[in-house]
């Protein structure tokens, strides 16, 4: 039974039908939000960057928020095998002495394990001869600009959802997107405004690194904001998946500079939600709204069904897992992991179809 399954854009369909799946025509690749989730692409990961890229080096910008943009940070450092499998050691192995952590708590394992992670590695992270990094993060604005305490907080983050569930493009009043993107980019696809939230770029740098991806994976209310990102604009900096959950991007504008790349994205499914405050509402869905042309030279690469069914739990490994597990995290470790080596066959069938390409399992987004 296969592990994968394809979607892809009309212009990304094309493009493999007439060349296969080339290495060289990846211009792209996104990764999303969503903790645990992430990890089951190490292996794929591991692949694509340590062997597939390798053989095909070209400019290719990495784009990601939460999670997403650890694992193309670990994409970036001079060894990206070793990194994945570093990565996905720390993260799995963060360990709580309580079911309910405080933020103090989280803070201090999540910045402990971002440390370890990126510490030695920023300049080879931020200065890669081919890729180009974009971590994406949230800045707070009027009830979110400066939230005095966690009930304050609280009450900016509700409000958020009730702009959101209105519109998306109310959420924009209490947010904006922050990109601290590599300034070697040209981007004009990305920096030309495509929606209402404001948004801002900064430099990355060594010094900005760590700060900009503990930002970007700030969980609301479970961790403090992080406050002044070097070289960003100074406020109160959350989660980047809070809007841009799946990176719902408008990818195809890259047909004017760059006709025939492909956006490569292994995803978590089909779906891309635009914001995390999105996930219940599948009217929302990229491939379904206004924009939904953005995604014509996406190809989406996400697990199957039945590879799912053999997951622990027979879903993919998630935060509920913290809950279910408890402080057994002897288990919780173990099943993440496994769900780490059954990654593996994503790894194996992706690498089989790049060799002999099969169209006709590539669905339409």
């Known amino acids: ?59 290719r910008i990495l784009i990601g928020s939460s999670i997403g943009a650890w694992r193309m940070a670990a994409a970036c450092q001079r060894d990206p095998v070793t990194a994945f499998a570093r990565l996905g050691e720390l993260y799995s ?28 590695h920023e300049d080879d992270i931020v200065n890669h001869p081919h890729y180009r990094l974009h971590v994406l993060t949230v800045r707070g604005k009027r009830a979110l600009a400066a939230p005095g305490h966690r009930r304050a907080e609280m009450r900016g983050f509700a409000a958020a959802a009730l702009h959101n569930l209105f519109s998306r493009d109310k ?15 040209h981007a004009p696809w990305l920096r030309d405004r495509f929606d209402n939230f404001a948004t801002h770029f900064s430099a990355l740098t060594p010094a900005n690194l760590a700060a900009g ?41 890259m047909a004017a500079q760059a006709p025939g790349d492909i956006v490569l ?3 978590f499914s ?34 199957s069904h039945a590879f799912l069914a053999k997951m622990p739990r027979g879903k993919l490994i998630d935060r509920s897992d913290f809950k279910f597990y408890g402080l057994d995290h002897d288990a919780r470790i173990r099943a993440w992991r496994q769900a780490m080596d059954e990654g593996e066959r994503l790894r194996d069938e992706f690498a089989a179809f790049v060799e002999r390409p099969d169209v006709g399992r590539i669905r339409p987004l």
Request: hydrophobic share 45%; glycine share 10%; charged share 20%.
């Open 213 to 253: 991806l503990l930002a970007s994976g700030t969980l609301p209310m479970l961790m403090k904001p992080v406050r002044d990102i070097p070289g960003a604009p100074p406020g109160h900096y959350w989660d980047g998946g809070i809007v841009d959950y799946n990176l719902a991007l408008p990818y195809a504008r």
């Open 171 to 185: 959420l924009a009043h209490l947010l904006d997107r922050v990109v601290l993107a590599d300034r070697r980019a």
């Open 1 to 59: 039974m296969s592990a994968l399954t394809f979607h892809a854009g009309p212009a990304a369909l094309a493009q493999i039908r007439a060349h296969g799946l080339r290495a060289r025509d990846i211009g792209v690749v996104p990764a999303a939000a969503g903790g645990p989730k992430g990890l089951v692409f190490c292996a794929l990961d591991q692949w694509v960057f340590g062997d597939w890229f390798a053989r095909a080096p070209r400019e």
């Open 93 to 120: 192995g963060q360990r709580y002495a309580s079911t309910r952590p405080s933020q103090d708590q989280i803070d201090t394992v999540v910045q402990g394990l971002l440390n370890e992670f990126v510490r030695g």
């Open 270 to 303: 089909e779906h891309i939600v635009p914001g995390w405050l999105d996930k219940g509402l599948p009217w929302r869905r990229a491939a379904r709204g206004p924009n939904r042309g953005w995604l014509d030279n996406v190809l989406i690469v996400a697990p």
């Open 265 to 267: 994205y292994p995803h």
